[in-house]
């Protein structure tokens, strides 16, 4: 049987190529299919230094102007943001096919983005997790969950 689950990455205007490199290491450990992200700030600082194991020569790290563009086919828009009726992630159970949605390491998802994705998260922390740190704990989460999704085991 052929694994139905599915991940990839939507970031919203990130500014450190340290936080990027950092979620292209996580993509390759975690088997995210593609990370796409939206501005220009993190072009003009680009440098995948914290990439170590070049993953973006695997992974497609693509800019786009519109995260709502690439929604990959039957994927569940999920934004992650600490915000009012956002569930929280230890309580979640992740979609098969996921497109995780991050904020701006110093900013906030637009309310129009949180309003078309299906679901919104939260980690529940004391205070703000840097932007490499959210898109591992989600990740984790997904793994560590396993069959924990909502069609439920793969075989």
């Known amino acids: 049987m052929a694994n139905k689950r599915y991940s990839c990455i939507g970031l919203f205007n990130p500014k450190s190529p340290e936080n990027v490199g950092s979620?292209?290491?996580?993509?390759?450990?975690?088997?995210?299919?593609?990370?796409?992200?939206?501005?220009?700030?993190?072009d003009r600082a680009r440098d995948f230094v914290t990439d170590t194991k070049k993953v973006h020569q695997d992974?497609?790290?693509?800019?786009?102007d519109d995260l709502r563009k690439i929604l990959p086919f039957g994927c569940t828009p999920v934004a992650v943001e600490l915000v009012e009726g956002a569930r929280s992630l230890p309580e979640y159970t992740h979609p098969?096919?996921?497109?995780?949605?991050?904020?701006?390491?110093?900013?906030?998802?637009?309310?129009q983005i949180r309003d078309w994705c299906e679901?919104?998260?939260?980690?529940?922390?004391?205070?703000?997790?840097n932007l490499a740190a959210t898109v591992n704990v989600v990740l984790y989460d997904r793994l560590a969950k396993g069959n924990n999704t909502r069609s439920g085991p793969l075989f």
Request: charged share 20%.
């Open 23 to 42: 979620i292209m290491r996580a993509a390759g450990c975690y088997e995210v299919s593609s990370v796409f992200y939206t501005g220009t700030r993190y």
């Open 59 to 64: 992974i497609p790290l693509i800019n786009i």
């Open 96 to 111: 098969d096919r996921a497109l995780y949605i991050f904020g701006p390491e110093d900013g906030s998802l637009d309310k």
């Open 119 to 129: 679901d919104v998260v939260y980690i529940p922390t004391n205070g703000c997790m």
